[in-house]
């Protein structure tokens, strides 16, 4: 999961993401490398920049199809989802994301 680096998450803060998860998500984040960080750039680009916050509390939001996950956001002003990745992950669901 080194990768996440990349993402401005340090390495304590990857320690603490692998020992917050059991052992199949690990290892999920390192199989699907690619997918996270396609993801983690589409996030980026809306200029969201809690992706630790966002890795830690909805990892399937990392693991979900860029497209599906595109469709999903669209549907709604990007301040809005800027907004509610920013402060309030946990209602994303609300938002059918």
């Known amino acids: 999961m080194n ?3 990349k993402y401005n998450i340090k ?14 998500i690990v290892n999920k984040f390192n199989v699907m490398e690619y997918q996270v ?18 890795i830690q509390n909805r990892p399937d ?10 469709s999903k956001t669209e549907k709604f002003d990007k301040n809005l989802i800027k907004f509610i990745f920013e402060n309030e992950v946990d209602n994303l669901m609300n938002f059918d994301i």
């Open 11 to 24: 390495k304590e803060e990857i320690t603490k993401i692998k020992k917050h998860f059991n052992k199949d």
């Open 37 to 54: 960080c396609k993801v983690l750039d589409y996030l980026s680009s809306l200029g969201i920049k809690n992706l630790k916050d966002i």
């Open 3 to 5: 990768y996440l680096e």
């Open 61 to 70: 939001i990392c693991f979900m199809d860029l497209e599906l996950l595109k």
